[in-house]
């Protein structure tokens, strides 16, 4: 069974930066195309990064482009989402999942098609 853990979350001050983690067990990496999303309590869950299992051409929300990289360690089948110069509005639950499919979808901020989900890690910026 393919499971997915997420690490790194932490508070940080405005400005800071957290490098994230998604271990993939279960599984080879390579074999899934793998996603950020973010979801503050109350508010709509949204995509924040897609790596396909090329690792090719990573997909990113406009708001954290420049700031977030999404990449891969295949031995260690890990995906690390680095962000740098965190706000406020970053503030949220950072949850990683995982799609067995080739590219990222057209619609992978939406969710859909990413059938194994992790817990979430806690990412909470002060001003």
């Known amino acids: 069974q393919v499971q997915v853990v997420e690490s790194g979350g932490d508070l940080v001050q405005a400005g800071g930066s957290l490098s994230l983690s998604c271990t993939v067990s279960?599984?080879?990496?390579?074999?899934?195309?793998v996603s950020w999303f973010r979801q503050v309590p109350g508010k709509e869950r949204e995509g924040v990064a897609c790596?396909?299992?090329?690792?090719?051409?990573?997909s990113y929300l406009n708001s954290v482009k420049g700031r977030f990289t999404i990449y891969r360690d295949l031995p260690g089948n890990t995906v690390f989402l680095e962000t740098h110069n965190l706000q406020s509005d970053d503030t949220a639950i950072y949850y990683c999942?995982?799609?067995?499919?080739?590219?990222?979808?057209?619609?992978?901020?939406?969710?859909?098609?990413?059938?194994?989900w992790g817990q979430g890690t806690q990412v909470a910026v002060s001003s």
């Open positions: 790596i396909d299992w090329t690792g090719r051409g990573p």
């Open positions: 999942a995982a799609a067995r499919v080739d590219v990222c979808p057209t619609n992978w901020t939406a969710g859909i098609g990413f059938t194994v």
């Open positions: 279960g599984s080879r990496l390579v074999d899934y195309t």
